[in-house]
């Protein structure tokens, strides 16, 4: 989007209801982070990573226990926006399931629970362009993309995500730089 | 695989106080001389400023898979505040062998990333195992461009000790025939693949005098010496249990050891060297002992300072007498300046939609090379800048790393996408020659010491114009020789983070005249002649290539010349 653009969406939308809205989000992205609320949920945590990379003929994030990764990583970070972003989420993550099923999300069906993350994806997309800087500046990552992230790296260093999901040879012994792809041969775990 | 190092620990001082030399600094250079020293009869003592580190005992991390480090292999944010210099090199893996910032804080003039390793073995542990030999093209760089002084040896004085360094360290690599690139004999050179073999060909199709080899590293593809072979896990610097690669630890100092000659004293911060007017040598060092900080001295006849590049220039300026006022052995006011340090991380990465049915197996610890190619003769000659830059690079097929940021899919789908082995790519990088400036400098504070009471080091360092105008053609060389070869998607980089290419050199240079060098042909310092400083403090220019391999090849013709001396009785 060029500049010229870029201040024409900005018209149209209203920049005083942008910075509003910003104002608003911004101010939740503050705090200390509301830990016990993770802790207190790994099960939604869980279901959320399954959802995300889920158990197919391999096993999927849950089994994998992702989930656990996802919160030492997140404990250990100090980009409090981030953090906060994601626990925001989770918490947003539930009452949408609440309100849209009438049930929390652990106790939804699997395609229910596509739909509520596949909503939360659509609302974390970066608006193109300059505003998404602007966005993602002030507001930081969205719940999607952490949750993507942190989910696909806890599942692909685990050990089932490794060597079942992927494939992971501990000591290799050798280096064959041009073979034949076997059919469904799965990609190195490990660079 | 070779047995652990049992090394005599000389931890009651008093013990024994004198040796026939001593070594200051247990890394890639420190470990060479004492192994030569050792070898040579000399009853050695290597003085290492942190902990002992025993081959294999001390690799606590080597055989851990991803799954055991709390945070995988992603640093935290923790790392990122506490230790803001080394973690942007280190990972979960390695991050003991690196130092704490906080322990050992420097002052930066303008930003400079001193990436420091205090352990035995230093950060032969840890190097990238590169080794290319500097040929006449970087020797008589200086006399012919004007810039910096000139080396006091050209490349047929140190082939025979490359030859020798090589010959211990074991090297694999092609030994491909390029006139600026000398080769030695080889173990065999780990394979390409299929990518950069057609990149390889592209480059060898459209380019006279460039060329794509496979990496010359310090890794060992055949079993050498007791040691190796490598076992391809591209774990290399948390230590290898296999003895796959060379260090310090898993080769020279061991050969040292095995002599009976040697003796490591660890947690020896050395604090200066100690100058006898009456015979107008060094007598000895005064060291600081890390846990108890007590201070004690060492005697021999010679000494070899291997400390590091700043370290090395450290240690000579704070050893200030009547007799050196601005420093040892700096009657030519050159200690601590003229440092270099390669700038990297500019060049481009592209895709190729070929070879889709194409893999391989293992984990190569190496990539591919392509030779500099600018400022060869008249006809590759550059109008922008002098000397030049090589590329390091690597090609692979995408794998989940790069799926997780480039797709935005999840579920089924995506998961299958994270499984399945992506479309081929290729990064290249430079590593370019950065020019001598006497600009470029360390010093000592004046007020600010450590926690040892050692002057804090300030370090001035800044990429000049000629390194500025090398980056922006690399950036574009890149990116053409990845579209001759039929990449797509090719995507320039450029980020410049001074000292992160970790070969820092120049610090106390040799050269022919006593008034605007330190040390002359044979690393001995021009004013005291049973001093040697043989790390990189000792580049008289910084070529591209990684110098880790010089270094040494100069610490071996410099043991054997001091040992020439001292037997003579000159020294």
């Known amino acids: 989007m060029n500049r010229k653009k870029f201040i024409a969406t900005l018209s149209i939308l209203g920049i005083g209801s942008v910075a509003g809205y910003y104002g608003f989000q911004f101010a939740k992205t503050k705090g200390t982070p509301d830990f016990n609320f993770l802790d207190n949920n790994k099960d939604l945590l869980a279901d959320l990573c399954e959802t995300i990379i889920p158990k197919t003929n391999t096993p999927g994030a849950k089994e994998a226990m992702a989930h656990e990764f996802v919160i030492y990583s997140l404990k250990h970070s100090k980009e409090e926006a981030l953090v906060n972003n994601f626990i925001n989420g989770l918490k947003d993550v539930q009452s949408y ?23 939360f994806q659509e609302i974390g997309k970066n608006f193109s362009g300059g505003l998404g800087k602007v966005r993602n500046k002030i ?30 040879e501990y000591v290799p012994t050798r280096f064959i730089g041009c073979t034949d792809l076997l059919p469904g041969q799965k990609s190195w775990a490990t660079k | ?64 898979h991803p799954w055991e480090f709390e945070n995988r292999l992603e640093i935290t944010d ?8 080394q973690s942007m090199s280190y990972d979960p893996g390695n991050k003991h062998f690196y130092v704490n910032d906080q322990d050992h804080p420097y002052i930066q003039q303008k930003p400079y990333n001193w990436i420091r390793g205090y352990q035995v073995g230093g950060r032969s542990l840890t190097w990238g195992r590169q080794v290319y030999r500097f040929s006449d093209l970087d020797f008589e760089a200086n006399l012919k461009d004007g810039h910096g002084v000139d080396w006091p040896i050209r490349y047929k004085d140190l082939e025979p000790w490359y030859n020798y360094v090589e010959q211990f360290i074991g090297v694999s690599g ?50 050498f010496k007791d040691r190796g072979p490598c076992q391809f896990r591209n774990l290399c610097s948390r230590g290898c249990p296999y003895g796959g690669y060379f260090s ?20 020896a911060i050395v604090q200066e060297i100690i100058y006898d007017p009456q015979t107008k040598k060094a007598k000895g060092v005064r060291i600081i002992d890390e846990l108890t900080k007590e201070t004690m001295e060492f005697y021999a006849k010679i000494i070899f300072l291997n400390a590091s590049t700043i370290a090395t220039a450290s240690i000579l300026l704070n050893s200030k007498s009547s007799y050196f006022p601005n420093g040892f052995g700096n009657s030519s006011g050159q200690v601590g300046l003229n440092l270099m340090d390669h700038h990297k991380g500019v060049g481009a990465t592209g895709m190729y939609e070929g070879f ?86 360390i010093w000592l504070d004046a007020e600010k010491k450590d926690k040892w009471g050692m002057p804090l080091v300030n370090v001035n360092f800044e990429h000049g114009a000629n390194d500025m105008a090398m980056r922006k053609d690399a950036k574009e060389s890149a990116q053409e020789m990845l579209e001759k070869a039929g990449f797509k998607n090719i995507k320039p980089f450029e980020f410049l983070f001074p000292g992160t290419a970790i070969h820092e050199m120049g610090t106390a240079r040799m050269g022919r005249d006593p008034k605007t060098s330190v040390l002359n042909a044979h690393n001995q ?28 090849a100069l610490t071996a013709r410099a043991c054997d010349y001091a040992v020439s001396e001292l037997k003579k009785g000159n020294i």
Not at chain 2, 78 to 85: A, G, K, L, Q, S
Not at chain 2, 376 to 403: C, I
């Open chain 2, 356 to 441: 889709k049915d194409k893999y391989y197996v293992g984990r190569r610890p190496a990539g591919v090379y392509i030779p500099r190619f600018r400022n060869l003769n008249e006809q590759t000659k550059h109008p922008d800048f002098v000397r030049g830059y090589g590329y390091q690079a690597d090609g692979e097929r995408s794998e989940w790393p790069d799926v997780m940021k480039e797709d935005d899919s999840f579920g089924e789908g995506y998961k299958q996408k994270l499984s399945t082995p992506g479309p081929w790519t290729m990064w290249m990088g430079a590593w370019g020659e950065c020019l001598p400036n006497s600009e470029n400098k």
């Open chain 2, 174 to 223: 092609c030994a491909d025939a390029i006139p600026h690139l000398p080769h030695g004999d080889y173990l065999p050179a780990m394979d390409m693949n299929c990518i950069e073999k057609h990149f390889a060909e592209s480059i060898k199709k459209n380019y006279d005098q460039r060329w794509v080899i496979s990496s010359r590293v310090a890794n060992l593809t055949k079993g």
């Open chain 2, 1 to 64: 695989m070779s047995d652990s190092l049992n090394v005599n620990l000389n931890i009651k001082a008093e013990a024994q106080i004198t040796y026939d030399a001593i070594v200051v600094g247990s890394g890639i250079t420190g470990g060479f001389a004492a192994k030569e020293l050792c070898e040579k009869g000399l009853k050695t003592l290597v003085l290492e400023r942190g902990r002992n580190v025993e081959h294999i005992k001390d690799y606590t991390t080597a055989m851990k």
């Open chain 2, 525 to 552: 310092m021009h004013d005291v002649k049973n001093v040697f400083i043989t790390d990189g403090s000792a580049m008289a220019s910084s070529g591209c290539q990684n110098p880790s391999l010089t270094y040494m």
């Open chain 1, 97 to 119: 399931s609440l309100s849209k099923y009438d049930k929390p999300f652990t106790q939804l069906a699997k395609n229910e629970q596509i739909q509520v993350v596949a909503h």
């Open chain 1, 139 to 168: 507001l930081g990552k969205s719940f999607f993309s952490i949750l993507k992230e942190k989910a696909s790296v806890g599942y692909c260093t685990s050990m089932l995500g490794a060597k079942q999901g992927l494939a992971y």
């Open chain 2, 78 to 85: 923790e790392d990122r505040t506490t230790n803001p210099v």
């Open chain 2, 248 to 267: 310090s630890n898993s080769a020279s100092l061991p050969a040292a050891n095995a002599t009976g000659n040697l003796t490591i004293r660890p947690h």
